[in-house]
Every structure is written in structure tokens, then in C-alpha cells.
């Protein structure tokens, strides 16, 4: 065993963290206050977050031994990169880990929207029967649009393929060979917006991509389009997104992401045309184990000098 001190701020699978103490010292301290974390962070080579811990200025600051932060899921947007990069710690993550949970929560969604099966089943639970209100639309042969044709983005393309939908892509950092072989067919965005009956979204949250969906973007879209996001909170600017629910503009919404989370019971949460979820895309045990081993290696690689595959600074 090396003398390397690991500190793990968000809950960690236990599969993770047994490969982990096979190598050095852990301490799970998951849940831990961002203050806790400052006071601390000195002591330790790497540290492991999943979205929830803010790796901020402040803690990269603190962070005098620190040699990696593996962050266990996709989004980095919870780590500080600049400070990172400017204390020469190495940004890790694991990519492929959630990817099959996140495109498969995006079916299970695009479904809850065609057929209303939120609606159903609280209507049956509140002693209602309201077969006749309840008329839903099928997939087949409609017009899928994914915006961002990356790992989750190809994945839902596969699936949705199977299902018989029309898959059409957009992604500016990808050739259209790219974005055939992954699944779609490559489109421009307004053609993406004036043909997709769903649209999925899967871009990063960027400073690129914040508010990109707004209601230039909705009044575009084909009348009662039904949009899924899985990707993060404020890709959609939620206000823009509310006026297109009340406007009939867009027939249904189905986000796991929001602005702020939780959200509480805000507008868009309690608005009946939208099914919601509190960010479960990945929470699948399967996926929680692999990015839980997936980190640990990598972070354990990290720490002793060997190759990365999951470098991000
Ligand atoms: P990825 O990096 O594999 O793919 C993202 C794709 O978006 C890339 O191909 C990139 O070229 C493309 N892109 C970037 N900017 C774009 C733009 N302006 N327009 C169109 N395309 C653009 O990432 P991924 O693993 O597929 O993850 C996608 C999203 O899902 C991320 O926002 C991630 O944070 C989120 N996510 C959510 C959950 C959840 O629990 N809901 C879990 C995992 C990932």
C-alpha cells in the first residue's frame, strides 16, 4: 500500500471505493460541507466527487497535495477546470459509465410523454378512470431530433431506431460521416427544429450552450413538438420553455435536469404537460457501480504516473 490519502465528498459505490482501499487511504466523507471540504483538502493526493460538491476556487486553493479530482458520472461543470488546470491538478471522469442508464431513462421518457403515463397512473391513484382523455400518440415513424450526437446522444439514436422514430442529429463537432455512423442523420439545427416531432437534448452545459434553447429557438420548433432533457439545467431557458407549454407550441415536456435542483414545486415542475424527474438519468445500479470502478482506476492511474484515458485537464 502507497502513502497516497484519498477523500470522497459524494456518495461512491462501494465497488469504487474497495478497489481504492486496496491502494491508499480512504476516508468517505460523502455529504461533507463545502467548508469541511476547504478545512480539509490539504492532506489529501486525489479526491472524488460525483455532481453534488462544488470543487471551487477556494478548495483548489486549500489544495496543497492535491494530484487529481476524478469526478465519478460525465458533467464537470461542478469543478473549477481553470483553477484546476492553474494548481496542476489533473480533472478525471468516466464517461462511458452512465451512458446505457441516461439513454434509456430518455425512452422511458419519450414513452411518459406519447402516452401520458404519469397523467395515467396518478389520475387511477386519485380513484379516477379516464380512459377517454387519455388518447396518446405512437413513435413509430416520427421524427426524432437529438441535439449533441455524443456518447448519450448515439446511444438514444440506436435505441430509438429500434423503435421504428426517424433520427435526425445535429452536432458542430462532428463531420456528417460521423453523425451517420453513430446513428442519425446529419441536420442543420432549423431543420432539425422544423421536422422533429421529439427533441432530446445531450450537449454539455457550456458557456456555448446556456440558454441555447430559448424562445427564438421554441417559436421555430414544428407546433406541438415534445422535448426530453437529460442534460443539464439551463440549456433550456425555463422561462422560454413555460411560455411554449402555455402557448401550445410544445405539446409536452420531460426533464431529469433544471436550473436550479431540486427545483421545489416550481411552474414548469407542477405544469401538466410536463413529466419531471429528479435527475435519475444515471441512478441505475448498474451504472453507479461502473462509475464508481471506472474512477477508482483511473484515479489510482492518475496518482501513480501511468496513462489516462479520461483526462479532461
Ligand atoms: P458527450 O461529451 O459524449 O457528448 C456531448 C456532445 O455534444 C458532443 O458530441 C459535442 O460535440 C456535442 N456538442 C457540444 N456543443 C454542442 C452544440 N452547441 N450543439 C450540438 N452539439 C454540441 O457527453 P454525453 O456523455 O453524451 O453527455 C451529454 C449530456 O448528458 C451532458 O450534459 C451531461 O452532463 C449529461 N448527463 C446527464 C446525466 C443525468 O443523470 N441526467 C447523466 C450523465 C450525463
Redesign the pocket.
Known amino acids: 500500500m502507497s502513502d497516497w490519502k484519498i477523500i470522497i465528498a459524494d456518495r461512491l459505490d462501494h465497488s469504487g471505493l474497495e478497489i481504492l482501499a486496496k491502494s491508499a487511504q480512504v476516508d468517505d466523507r460523502a455529504g461533507i460541507s463545502s467548508e469541511e471540504l476547504v478545512s480539509l483538502i490539504g492532506d489529501y493526493d486525489a479526491l472524488i466527487v460525483r ?1 453534488q460538491t462544488r470543487v471551487n476556487a477556494e478548495v483548489f486553493s486549500a489544495a496543497n497535495k492535491l494530484k487529481v479530482v476524478g469526478r465519478a ?3 464537470v ?1 461542478n469543478i473549477d477546470l481553470a483553477a484546476a488546470n492553474q494548481k496542476n491538478v489533473t480533472v478525471v471522469n468516466s ?2 459509465a ?2 446505457q ?2 439513454a434509456e ?1 430518455v425512452i422511458a421518457l419519450l414513452f411518459s410523454l406519447a402516452r401520458s403515463i404519469p397523467a395515467a397512473d396518478g389520475s387511477m391513484k386519485s380513484g379516477l378512470w379516464q380512459k377517454k382523455q387519455l388518447i396518446g400518440v405512437e413513435v413509430r415513424d416520427k421524427v426524432l431530433g437529438i ?9 438514444v439514436a440506436r435505441l430509438a431506431k429500434a423503435l421504428g422514430l426517424r433520427v435526425i442529429g ?5 463531420d456528417n460521416a460521423e453523425i451517420e455512423s453513430r446513428g442519425a442523420m446529419p441536420v442543420i ?1 432549423a431543420e432539425l427544429y422544423t421536422r422533429a416531432d421529439f427533441i432530446s ?6 458557456l ?2 446556456r440558454g ?1 434553447i430559448d424562445g427564438k429557438v421554441f417559436s421555430s420548433m414544428k407546433r406541438e413538438v415534445r422535448l426530453i432533457s ?3 439545467g439551463g ?1 433550456i431557458d425555463e422561462t422560454a420553455l413555460l411560455a411554449a407549454l402555455e402557448s401550445g407550441q410544445v405539446a409536452g415536456a420531460a426533464l ?2 433544471f436550473v436550479q435542483e431540486p427545483p421545489g414545486m416550481s411552474a414548469l415542475v407542477s405544469h401538466p404537460k410536463v413529466v419531471a424527474t429528479p ?5 441505475t445500479f448498474e451504472a453507479q457501480a461502473r462509475a464508481a470502478i471506472d474512477i477508482a482506476n483511473e484515479v489510482l492511474a492518475a496518482l501513480a504516473g501511468k496513462p489516462l484515458r479520461w483526462k479532461i485537464v
Open positions: 455532481g458520472g460525465v458533467g461543470d464517461p462511458q452512465t451512458t442508464a441516461v431513462h441535439i449533441g450526437m455524443g456518447n448519450i446522444g448515439s446511444a445535429f452536432d458542430p463537432y462532428l439545427p437534448i445531450h450537449v454539455p452545459l457550456s456555448e450552450t441555447m437529460t442534460a443539464r440549456i431529469d435536469v435527475h435519475i438519468g444515471a441512478q
